[in-house]
């Protein structure tokens, strides 16, 4: 199994920042594979979006809404994603989730919720102005 854990969320008025993190442990999760975890987030009767997605070897990747504005990234020990997150608006108001896809695969050519199999509970992130 692996297991995700976000924290960081919050409340923060629009053009504040806030570091989301995501701890990764468990029997299936090996630093030393291959892997994609990814940055997600979900809008009250909404679908779940991709963000932002980083594979072992720092590969990253996002989408053009969050580009320039949020940053994935991760500690050297691979157990721990972070998403900084900067020029927060009202939009970005959400419950944020990270997941991970298959250990030991890369990154998919597509990036898609469907192509990750482990999420953790997630972190509300509310922006206000």
């Known amino acids: 199994q692996v297991h995700l854990m976000e924290s960081g969320g919050g409340s923060v008025q629009s053009g504040g920042s806030l570091r989301l993190s995501c701890a990764v442990s468990g029997s299936r999760w090996k630093a030393y594979e291959p892997y994609c975890v990814g940055w997600f987030r979900q809008r009250a009767g909404e679908e779940r979006v991709a963000l932002a997605r980083i594979d072992r070897n720092g590969y990253t990747d996002y989408i053009d809404s969050v580009k320039g504005r949020f940053t994935i990234s991760q500690d050297a020990a691979k157990t721990s994603i972070y998403l900084q997150m900067n020029d927060l608006k009202d939009d970005d108001t959400a419950m944020y989730l990270c997941?991970?896809?298959?250990?030991?695969?890369?990154?998919?050519?597509?990036?898609?919720?469907?192509?990750?199999?482990?999420w953790g509970q997630g972190t509300q992130v509310t922006v206000s102005s």
């Open positions: 997941a991970s896809g298959q250990p030991g695969l890369w990154c998919h050519d597509r990036f898609s919720p469907r192509d990750f199999g482990y």
